[in-house]
Each structure stands twice: as C-alpha cells, then as structure tokens.
C-alpha cells in the first residue's frame, strides 16, 4: 500500500531564509508524488508534481522537490521564503494504476515570520 | 487554469437535516469526481470515487447511504449529507479529473464548510 509520512507537522521560518519541508514516501511501484498547498479555508492548489520524469521537479512560486529514490523522499525547498508562503503543505502520493485517488500526508504548517 | 467550483462555500443546518453540495467543471468536462473530507487540522481523507453515469464507490468506513453522491453530468457531481449530525461538521472539498483519462491532471474545488448545529 502506499503511504506518505511528512515529518514535520510545523514549520518555522524567517522571511528571506531557505524552506524544507520533509517527506517519505512508501510504494511498491514507481509512484507519483505530488505537493499541495491550501491557505486557510481554501482549496488545494497545486505546487508541483514527480511523473517519473526528471527527479528535480520545479513547481510554481520557486518551490522544487527532488525524487531520491534510494531514501524514498521527496521533500520541497524553496531557497527564499516569503510572507505568502504562510500555508499548509500536503505531500501526496498517487495510487496504484492511476485511477486518480490521492493518498495525503498529514501536512505540514508553515509560518513565515517578518 | 481549469477551475472547480463548489457550492455552497459555507453552510450551516441544524441537526438531522440533509445539507446538498455541488461540484461543477466550469470549463472541462470530468468523467471522474472525488470527494474529500477534512477535519479541523487534519489532512483529507477520500470519502468516495464519482464516475459519471454510475454508481461512487465509496472508501472503507464511508457509509453510503449516509453520504449520497450523485455523478448526473460530465459538469456536475453533488455530495448529500443527510440527517447531519454535529459529528459531520467538516471540510468537504471535490476534486476532478478531465476527459485526458488516468493521465488527466486533477483540479481542486474551494471546498465547503459544513457545520452542524
């Protein structure tokens, strides 16, 4: 079955510093990882998504994850966080076969202070 | 991009009513719909599968008669809580996928907040 596992549930930041936000994943199969985030009482936007193409996978707002296979992670960086990144993040897994049912991660909080 | 809107954004019922929420594609068609629930602080958790013309397939522990999908049209799928009860207060967001098959990328509603009194 597969599953994903954010290892942070909060996340703390200065505005300007780097961001990363943990995950692992786990899959029997070559999966298809994806990054969501959701401002407060809104739906999911999302960020980025790994299809087994190339493992730097480059998304919207500066944010990338990169697909490391050998440590079944797929964290998201962002070099420079700003004020509007303030959000929740969901990393996702695809389900086997691509029916399209999403398998989410707990998710994580990140807060940018000034 | 494509865009799902769900309706009502907020809605709040007493107890043992039945509350009704829309998801539409307002430009794509979706053959596939999924519903999903999200408690205060929690992730989401896919309630059912809506295919258009057939029966949802629900998730195990979802109960089917408690939350009716309805999948009329390549536009609209609707959620139907009925006799909701506080404990049914939540977040309920739809996503959909377009006519692009298992390959088509998925678009999220807004999402609709439900409370219960």
């Known amino acids: 079955a597969q599953s994903v596992t954010q290892l942070d549930s909060h996340v703390s930041v200065s505005e300007g510093t780097p961001v990363l936000l943990r995950c692992n994943y786990s899959?029997?199969?070559?999966?298809?990882l994806f990054w969501y985030v959701q401002h407060p009482n809104k739906g999911l936007q999302l960020l980025l998504k790994?299809?087994?193409?190339?493992?730097l996978v480059k998304g919207i707002n500066g944010f990338e994850a990169e697909f490391k296979k050998s440590e079944t992670s797929f964290h998201l960086t962002k070099p420079s966080a700003h004020m509007s990144d303030a959000a929740e993040y969901f990393c996702?897994?695809?389900?086997?076969?691509?029916?399209?049912?999403?398998?989410f991660g707990q998710g994580t909080t990140l807060q940018v202070k000034p | 991009g494509a865009v799902v809107s769900q309706h009502p954004s907020w809605v709040i019922c007493k107890s043992g009513t039945s509350v009704k929420i829309e998801c539409r594609s307002l430009?794509?068609?979706?053959?596939?719909m999924f519903w999903y629930r999200q408690f205060p602080k929690q992730s989401l958790m896919l309630m059912a599968t809506s295919n258009e013309g057939s029966k949802a397939t629900y998730e195990q522990g979802v109960e089917k008669d408690k939350f009716l999908i309805n999948h009329a049209s390549l536009t609209l799928s609707t959620l139907t809580v009925t006799s909701a009860h506080p404990e049914d207060s939540s977040f309920y967001i739809c996503?959909?996928?377009?006519?692009?098959?298992?390959?088509?990328?998925?678009?999220f509603g807004e999402g609709s907040r439900l409370t219960v009194l």
């Open positions: 996702v897994v695809g389900d086997s076969g691509n029916t399209g049912k999403l398998i």
């Open positions: 430009d794509f068609q979706a053959t596939t």
């Open positions: 899959s029997s199969y070559s999966p298809s």
């Open positions: 996503s959909a996928r377009g006519l692009a098959g298992a390959r088509g990328e998925l678009f």
């Open positions: 790994y299809t087994s193409a190339a493992t």
